[in-house]
C-alpha cells in the first residue's frame, strides 16, 4: 500500500492528567501516516485522486488546539477515527503523538505513543 506521510506538525494544546497541563498547555508533535493507493493520483495528477494534506493538517489542529483529553492515546485515537471517517479510500492510518516536555522527573527528549488503525 502507497503511504502519505505529514510529518512533526506541532500545535499547542492543553492535554494531560496534572491540572497545570490543563491550565498552562504545552507544545504537541503530530506524525500522521495515510495508507492509501495514490496510483490515480501519480497517473492523473489530479488531486481529487489523493488527500489533501492541508485538509489532514486542519483535523489535527483542531482535535489538539480545541479539545482537552487526559491522555496522548485519546489525542491519538480521535485524530485516527476522524480521518478514517471523513477519507473513506484511507484502509489505514499511523498516528504519533509526541509530548515533548511532560511533567514527570528525569532526563529524556520527549515520551510518545503511535497507534495504527485500520478500516473495517
Known amino acids: 500500500m502507497d503511504r502519505i506521510y505529514l510529518n512533526q506538525m506541532e500545535f499547542y494544546g492543553y ?3 496534572f491540572a497545570e497541563e ?3 498547555g504545552q507544545k504537541f508533535i503530530i506524525d500522521v ?3 492509501i493507493d495514490l496510483q490515480a493520483a501519480g497517473e492523473t495528477d489530479n488531486l481529487m485522486k489523493t ?3 492541508a485538509e489532514v493538517y486542519s483535523i489535527c489542529q483542531t482535535i489538539v488546539e480545541n479539545k482537552t ?12 477515527e476522524e480521518l478514517l ?3 473513506m479510500n484511507v484502509q489505514a492510518c499511523t ?7 511532560p511533567p ?4 529524556y527528549h520527549s515520551v510518545a505513543v503511535e497507534i495504527t488503525r485500520i478500516r473495517k
Do not use: M, R, S, W
Open 33 to 35: 501516516i495515510l495508507e
Open 95 to 101: 498516528i504519533k503523538v509526541t509530548k515533548p516536555n
Open 51 to 53: 488527500i489533501n494534506y
Open 104 to 107: 514527570i522527573p528525569g532526563h
Open 85 to 87: 471517517a471523513n477519507y
Open 69 to 80: 483529553f487526559k491522555l496522548i492515546e485519546a489525542v491519538a485515537e480521535t485524530i485516527a
Open 15 to 17: 492535554h494531560g492528567v
Open 22 to 24: 490543563n491550565k498552562l
